[in-house]
């Protein structure tokens, strides 16, 4: 968009008058979500002097962001329990209706749509900035609020700056310039304390469990590997294996699925520099709907209502063998990872 300045400009004609708006993350938030709506009820509150509650759908159950939710006071609340008639105005935060992953679908009524995720066709609001070369929506926030002189207490510029690192992994996955100069800029301010006790969080024992489920299911042929959990605890689990499982040495790009209830949760990775993550799982037998990414990541789900385990374990494969397809490799000879034979040092 253009400068701070202007966005500030138009967002504030667009709330003007207004007197209370919900502000939406999407489904099961991440730090970068989480931090993003923090950051813009406080930007509403103190420069335009208006209200904003939060509200997310879905849980938050994985370790560290249950830890930045609890040591910073950040205030969320279910969609579940929101009296809509309460608002005057919709804003969505790092992701966009319609985008299958919040409670707004493409014909939904939003006022203020702010994200970093690859724009929709069928995207429109009042005030809507979208900049897919970010690697965080809090980068954004951060600089408005900068441009504005707004005062961050240390717990939320705790939050903003967990969010860019989470959401980089420490400025190493699709980082801009923008985003390192919004992290250097909150993280003088952040308490370090706290910070470093989200990033320490205790993992529950289930984690380990799944993660040895992850390992043990791995399949991996050439520079791919991955891997399915069954009746996982909650849908983040799956993005932390497929970032885990591409620490190995040979991988260049992962496919992870999960069970959670009645949805098949996929998880993409890659550091190739040939495979772009988001094209490619949109390539995938999946609703393009559902499903979206950035260079190096991806994500999405598909519905599996009424469909049995032998179902899904055939819907596991097809996914499967296309991804491996859509990576120049016809009918792979998958072999379990913990089968492999290491290479000499």
């Not at 909150?186 to 993992?203: D, E, F, H, P, T």
Request: proline residues 4%.
């Amino acid at each position: 968009m253009e400068n701070s300045k202007d966005a500030l400009e138009k967002l504030g004609s667009v709330v003007s008058g207004k007197k209370e708006l919900l502000i939406l993350t999407h489904t099961h938030p991440d730090p970068d979500a989480i931090a993003a709506a923090v950051a813009l009820r406080l930007l509403l509150k103190e420069l335009f002097h208006v209200g904003a509650s939060i509200a997310y759908s879905g849980i938050i159950a994985r370790a560290e962001n249950r830890a930045m939710v609890k040591k910073l006071n950040l205030p969320l609340k279910q969609y579940s329990r929101i009296k809509l008639s309460r608002y005057d105005g919709i804003a969505l935060v790092d992701s966009q209706p319609g985008a299958g992953n919040n409670v707004l679908d493409a014909s939904s009524p939003c006022d203020i749509v702010i994200d970093h995720h690859p724009r929709r066709d069928d995207t429109k609001g009042a005030f809507v900035v979208i900049e897919p070369e970010l690697g965080a929506s809090a980068t954004m926030l951060i600089e408005w609020l900068d441009a504005a002189g707004v005062d961050l207490s240390a717990d939320i510029a705790t939050a903003l700056a967990y969010a860019i690192s989470s959401e980089t992994q420490n400025m190493y996955r699709e980082a801009a310039r923008r985003d390192i100069r919004a992290y250097l800029s909150v993280y003088v301010r952040a308490s370090i304390r706290k910070l470093a006790g989200i990033i320490n969080a205790n993992l529950p024992h289930y984690y380990f469990l799944q993660l040895g489920d992850a390992i043990n299911n791995a399949l991996m042929f050439g520079t791919m590997i991955t891997t399915h959990l069954d009746e996982i605890r909650h849908p983040e689990i799956v993005a932390e294996m497929a970032d885990f499982l591409l620490k190995h040495e040979r991988i260049g790009t992962v496919l992870v699925s999960g069970r959670f209830r009645n949805h098949l949760i996929i998880s993409i990775r890659t550091r190739s520099e040939g495979i772009n993550a988001g094209r490619l799982i949109k390539q995938l037998p999946l609703d393009p709907d559902n499903v979206g990414g950035h260079d190096r990541t991806a994500g999405g789900f598909f519905d599996l209502h009424g469909k049995d385990r032998k179902e899904v374990e055939e819907i596991n494969i097809t996914i499967r063998n296309a991804f491996a397809a859509l990576l120049g490799y016809e009918n792979p000879s998958w072999r379990k990872l913990l089968d492999q034979v290491p290479r000499k040092s």
